[in-house]
């Protein structure tokens, strides 16, 4: 292992430790339990990414009350959106108000779509 490259040493009790839960919407017990420690390496980063890009890039079906999320996610930011326009002059700085609203938005619901599994079908073949 390369000295300059330390491992990844938080497992699930250090996160259980550090995350708070937020008003009873995060449960630590649920984390998926993962090694205590690993190797920070080459092949271990490509990998990840490898992973990460299939994830990223495969269509992700809404399930339970994700659809409600998303919209309820959508109209928060089309509030604010609206706000921001009647109380903000035309600007540089607005435009970027409102692009990066866009993008909060965007990236929130994708962390739904992304990273929560549907549930386990009860249907047998």
């Known amino acids: 292992m390369d000295n300059r490259t330390p491992p990844i040493t938080h497992g699930i009790d250090t996160l259980k430790k550090e995350v708070k839960p937020l008003e009873g919407k995060l449960n630590p017990s649920k984390l998926v339990d993962r090694p205590a420690t690993i190797e920070v390496t080459e092949d271990n980063a490509r990998r990840y ?7 990223d890039f495969t269509y992700h079906a809404p399930h339970g009350d994700q659809v409600h999320r998303y919209e309820r996610m959508r109209s928060w930011g089309k509030q604010l959106a609206i706000d921001i326009i009647r109380n903000t002059p035309p600007s540089r700085e607005q435009d970027f108000a409102l692009k990066y609203l866009e993008e909060a938005i965007f990236w929130a619901n994708a962390a739904v779509a992304r990273n929560e599994p549907p549930p386990l ?3 047998s073949p």
Not at 49 to 55: A, E, K, M
Request: aromatic share 0%.
């Open 49 to 55: 990414l490898i992973d990460r890009v299939n994830g």
């Open 121 to 123: 079908s009860t249907k």
